[in-house]
């Protein structure tokens, strides 16, 4: 059974610093891996979704990478900004029937 | 649409009642996913559809909760008797395939009191 877990669980920055969020998976067998923000009281925005194949996707100032051997999946974010405050999820897609499996996400504040 | 859809935005049902929410995926997305946000951040799947035809149902429970998605119509949500337990936020996520390099688009979701 795939778990997703997220560490840490809050995270607080001044505004400038880069970062890293952390993302990992019991079950290496994955098809692909999807991060998402979601702001109070919103739905999900997908940000970048790396394919099992794939190590790593860049969105601006994102950038997301896939460890399968080790179950593990960062996103880093340079240079944050206040507007990125959110929460950030993952979700790992390990069955053939493309059931997400969530992380319990990290709570991010960046501080002007 | 360009955006997956779904009404309503918030529902109140007293203990007891029914709950219908719907949701229209984005045009062309053979697969609709219905996720349930209970507390903050805990996500749980319910069931997908790969056009009317229910892909995987593993995450919906057995009483209670059923849902369709018919030709020509969005894609619905029914809780019968509803319980307090029930009062999460419904999200309904609709791709193109359900693997690969295919993403899920997610709705703004329907958030469910039950009082």
């Known amino acids: 059974k795939q778990e997703v877990t997220q560490i840490p669980a809050a995270l607080s920055v001044p505004e400038g610093e880069n970062l890293v969020l952390n993302c990992s998976f019991t079950?290496?067998?994955?098809?692909?891996l999807q991060w998402f923000r979601q702001d109070p009281g919103k739905g999900l925005t997908s940000l970048l979704l790396?394919?099992?194949?794939?190590r790593e996707q860049t969105s601006g100032r994102l950038n997301a990478s896939l460890d399968k051997s080790s179950g593990r999946s960062t996103l880093y974010i340079a240079a944050s900004q206040p507007g990125d405050s959110a929460t950030y999820l993952c979700?790992?897609?390990?069955?053939?029937?493309?059931?997400?499996?969530f992380g319990q996400g990290t709570t991010l504040q960046v501080k002007p | 649409g360009e955006e997956v859809a779904q009404t309503p935005k918030h529902l109140v049902r007293g203990e007891g009642q029914k709950a219908k929410l719907y949701c229209a995926p984005i045009?062309?997305?053979?697969?609709v996913f219905w996720y349930q946000q209970v507390l903050k951040n805990e996500f749980k799947f319910l069931i997908s559809?790969?056009?009317?035809?229910?892909?995987?149902e593993t995450g919906m429970p057995k009483e209670r909760f059923s849902a369709k998605c018919l030709p020509n119509s969005p894609c619905s949500l029914e809780i019968q008797a509803t319980k307090l337990e029930d009062s999460a936020v419904y999200f309904c996520?609709?791709?193109?395939?359900?693997?690969?390099?295919?993403?899920?688009?997610f709705g703004p979701g329907t958030r469910l009191t039950v009082t």
């Open positions: 996520a609709s791709s193109q395939s359900p693997q690969g390099g295919y993403e899920q688009y």
């Open positions: 079950d290496s067998a994955i098809y692909n």
């Open positions: 790396i394919q099992s194949s794939q």
């Open positions: 979700a790992a897609n390990s069955g053939n029937t493309g059931k997400l499996i």
């Open positions: 045009k062309g997305h053979s697969y």
């Open positions: 559809f790969q056009n009317e035809n229910v892909f995987d």
